[in-house]
């Protein structure tokens, strides 16, 4: 965060401080609410925009509409407004970090942490397709991690007001979100709620697999792909990715709106199942089907359609669209006939497919030895999935589970995840500190053990395990999980000492240690002197990703304060003028004082314009005279 040579304040109420960062369309800054004596988040939009009135009425209205939403997970919009012809938006200030920023410095995250990152910004596009509001814009940047873990969306409505069609074919606006795209935004024809969910299953598969889907060297170029390419399957990115919320990935992320979640709620449902350990709607297989457009038992795939069509990409479609154009050009009378028809045909291509793709039932391998079962299987032209060991009575190396299950119709080429008995008997966890992660986790399934990669913040040798637990030659059960831990795929350096530099020696310290400056604040201090680093965020000796920013806390000199007057205040007004400086109150009472003066301040301690320092307590008298009697004669 840069700080602002020369405070601008806008509508004679929010005083910009410091530049927070710099966008395609606008500039966000931290600013203080002079009303409200708040920091909020201020976004000027670049003057190009700004001359562009049928661009500001759009701005008008979608920021009107995202001020409407409330919810615990999306950045409130407070205000907008124009100020000598720059248009701005006001917006809660969030202390945190975005998830762009995390997942450069981090790499891939847990699956688990992943998963409820992507519930809660579920839960706030829900909550906004609710109030007829799309985001448009999911991506990383838009995604804020607070300081206590909580998951922020910001932008609402904001994206809606650039055209997409002309913004990949401009320079600024929202090219650089290309990457996250969904086909139907590539291609420049109208969306609806599931641009959202198609966005945010690439967001997750990125959080996953520590990559987008689709890289391009430019934005139509990827934005293309996400038209016409099938994208990689996480898994086959980093293996440790559980197969269920692969699944979920990528049903989120189907070509055709159709075969995505019919809503962000069904969305954000299937990664609750995941988190709590329940099966997920999206199955592997439903997974792969949606993302490759095989639609239902049918199994039609999907054409490129050459016909003249007014976007920049070959437009992917299937048979269920043009069947729904085709009953949209009939009369109702026909309707139910073409239904019966089409379902009749679905049965029939169903068989065909199956007979002539070597449909067939699945073999049971269950009690069969793995490299048996695994022998039977490739036989038959099947692909192995994930093999899990697991505590069982069968005996060690035998199958005691197949997903799909025995007789289930398969075709060639369909996968087979097995579940193989590691035994009830204890086993010794092998010394895997030191190998390379392929080595670490052969030796771990070899004794009849389930591995698990974790990242940490912390140097070492890419790929090489750091740590363990449980520890080398702990004894447990067969199948129990062995946490391993590598260095996250970043290079890693130390947040070097700022104290007692001024800001602009700290700028140069942390760039010689491969950081930057990031949020700048100011608080006093009674080690620091006036204008110097008191602190960092983090702190002095934390292992960062290089290239990360670095908070800075300025001193004001002194923790001290003038004490104001409150004399002849009532005890709540100077209660909380007092309380609004910073100092502590105590409140005595007194007797001695005009009975018309109860309630209010007849003195204080330390005196009004007294410089004390933090922490201080002020004594107010309050008068508490009791009332004059009055005797009330009654003639009769």
């Excluded at 109208?190 to 299953?201: F, H, K, P, Q």
């Excluded at 159709?258 to 592997?284: C, I, T």
């Excluded at 004894?475 to 831990?485: D, E, F």
């Excluded at 009791?626 to 009769?636: I, K, L, R």
Aim: hydrophobic share 40%; aromatic share 4%; charged share 15%.
């Amino acid at each position: 965060m840069q700080p602002v040579e020369v405070p601008r304040v806008f509508s004679e109420r929010y005083e910009l401080t410091h530049l927070i960062a710099r966008g395609g369309m606008a500039e966000v800054y931290r600013a203080r609410d002079r009303l409200l004596d708040r920091p909020v988040a201020l976004k000027v939009l670049f003057p190009e925009l700004s001359v562009d009135r049928a661009f500001v009425e759009r701005f008008r209205r979608e920021a009107q509409n995202a001020a409407k939403l409330s919810h615990p997970n999306i950045v409130p919009v407070f205000d907008w407004g124009e100020d000598s012809g720059s248009y701005f938006i006001v917006m809660e200030f969030v202390d945190g970090r975005a998830l762009s920023a995390v997942l450069r410095e981090s790499g891939p995250l847990d699956p688990t942490r992943a998963a409820e990152i992507a519930a809660q910004v579920a839960a706030a596009l829900a909550s906004a397709h609710r109030h007829g509001v799309v985001h448009r814009d999911i991506k990383p940047g838009n995604v804020l991690i607070t300081e206590d873990g909580g998951v922020k969306v910001t932008d609402f409505g904001i994206a809606r007001a650039i055209n997409t069609e002309e913004s990949l074919t401009q320079t600024g606006a929202v090219m650089g979100t290309a990457t996250y795209f969904s086909p139907e935004q590539a291609e420049g024809i109208g969306v609806d709620a599931r641009t959202d969910i198609y966005s945010l299953g690439v967001v997750l598969f990125e959080m996953l697999a520590g990559r987008p889907p689709f890289l391009g060297d430019t934005p139509v170029s990827v934005a293309g792909k996400h038209v016409r390419d099938l994208p990689p399957m996480p898994r086959d990115l980093l293996e440790t990715i559980p197969v269920e919320l692969e699944a979920v990935t990528m049903k989120a992320m189907a070509k055709t709106p159709d075969q995505r979640y019919d809503n962000a709620e069904d969305f954000r449902a299937d990664l609750l199942r995941f988190l709590g350990g329940q099966p997920v709607v999206a199955s592997p297989a439903n997974g792969a089907n949606a993302v490759t457009g095989v639609i239902g038992a049918v199994g039609a795939t999907q054409a490129v359609d050459a016909s003249p069509r007014t976007g920049p990409f070959p437009r992917i479609i299937s048979r269920s669209r043009e069947q729904k154009t085709g009953e949209k050009r009939r009369g109702k009378g026909w309707i139910a006939l073409l239904v019966l028809l089409l379902a009749a045909l679905a049965v029939v291509a169903y068989l065909l497919v199956n007979t002539f793709a070597g449909g067939f039932a699945l073999p049971d391998v269950v009690g069969k030895p793995v490299a048996q079962a695994t022998s039977i299987l490739t036989a038959k032209g099947l692909v192995i999935g994930t093999t899990t060991n697991s505590a069982n009575t069968a005996a060690v190396g035998t199958v005691v589970r197949t997903d799909p299950a025995p007789g289930t119709s398969v075709s060639k080429k369909a996968v087979v995840n097995l579940v193989v008995s590691a035994g009830e008997a204890e086993t010794q966890v092998p010394q895997v500190v030191g190998q390379e992660l392929e080595t670490a986790e052969v030796l771990i399934s070899n004794a009849h053990l389930n591995a698990k990669v974790k990242f940490v913040s912390s140097g070492g040798q890419q790929n090489v395990v750091l740590s363990q637990t449980p520890a080398a030659g702990t004894k447990v059960r067969n199948g129990k999980t062995v946490v391993i831990s590598l260095p996250n795929p970043t290079n890693q350096v130390g947040v070097p000492s700022l104290v007692n530099e001024t800001p602009a020696q700290a700028s140069i310290s942390l760039t010689d240690a491969g950081l930057s400056v990031g949020s700048q604040n100011s608080a006093c201090s009674n080690s620091t002197p006036s204008g110097q680093v008191s602190g960092s965020n983090p702190p002095a000796g934390t292992q960062v990703g290089r290239g990360s920013s670095v908070g800075l806390t300025i001193s004001t000199g002194d923790c001290s304060v003038v004490v104001q007057g409150v004399i002849g205040q009532s005890q709540m007004d100077a209660t909380g003028v007092l309380q609004g400086q910073g100092l502590t109150v105590q409140v005595a009472s007194t007797t001695t004082c005009n009975p018309s003066q109860n309630g209010n301040v007849t003195d204080q301690s330390p005196a009004a314009g007294t410089q004390v320092n933090l922490p201080a307590t002020v004594t107010i008298t309050v008068c508490s005279s009791p009332s004059p009697t009055t005797t009330t004669t009654t003639t009769t």
